[in-house]
T-cell receptor, first 113, second 113 residues
């Protein structure tokens, strides 16, 4: 079946450190891939997405590249800030505009000043 | 513009009681989704509406759960004979027709005592 696996947290980094959160997926066909972020006390927000192989999604300094050969969509940021502290969810959509999202378990990131 | 809103933000009930959770999608969004998020987990799909009809209800855990969207806008998730295991955050999301990106509400935190 379709599933998403992401690295377990929590992840604790110092400000300006490099961030990688790993995400791999299992899916039939060619899903779209997403990263959602949940800041403390707030709802889920779309961070970035990629809809086909080799696409790179980017937003707010975060990037992720859709790698079909490794079935991965790792999230990266070159220099994290305290304000990036949040829970990050990797997700896939295999049904196009009529599909529901399948989420990973989430990775909590804490950035220390 | 206004985002997805959900009411109530918190609901405490006793085992065996009936509850209704409401979702107001973004105006003009024809697709509406319900998810359930247990502590430490990613959201899990429950049901998807396209307009007034439930296009996919495969995620509803059992027949105690039911959802309606009679006029194609507001949706209500109904849980009968609540159990302690139903305690979770219930999330609603909406999207434009033909679009994959889903916009999430802040959720309703349900606690069954």
């Amino acid at each position: 079946g379709n599933s998403v696996t992401q690295m377990e947290g929590p992840v604790t980094l110092s400000e300006e450190a490099f961030l990688t959160i790993n995400c791999t997926y299992t899916a039939t066909g060619y899903p779209s891939l997403f990263w959602y972020v949940q800041y403390p006390g707030e709802g889920l927000q779309l961070l970035l997405k990629a809809t086909k192989a080799d696409d790179k999604g980017s937003n707010k300094g975060f990037e992720a590249t859709y790698r079909k050969e490794t079935t991965s969509f790792h999230l990266e940021k070159g220099s994290v800030q305290v304000s990036d502290s949040a829970v990050y969810f990797c997700a896939l959509n295999y049904g196009g505009s009529q599909g529901n999202l399948i989420f990973g378990k989430g990775t909590k990131l804490s950035v220390k000043p | 513009g206004a985002g997805v809103s959900q009411t109530p933000s918190n609901k405490v009930t006793e085992k065996g009681k009936y509850v209704e959770l409401r979702c107001d999608p973004i105006s003009g969004h024809t697709a509406l989704y319900w998810y359930r998020q247990s502590l430490g987990q990613g959201p899990e799909f429950l049901i998807y509406f396209q307009g007034t009809g439930a296009a996919d209800d495969s995620g509803l855990p059992n027949d105690r759960f039911f959802a309606v969207r009679p006029e194609g806008s507001v949706s209500t998730l109904k849980i009968q004979r609540t159990e302690r295991g139903d305690s979770a955050v219930y999330l609603c999301a909406s999207s434009l027709q033909g679009e994959e990106t889903q916009y999430f509400g802040p959720g309703t935190r349900l606690l069954v005592l």
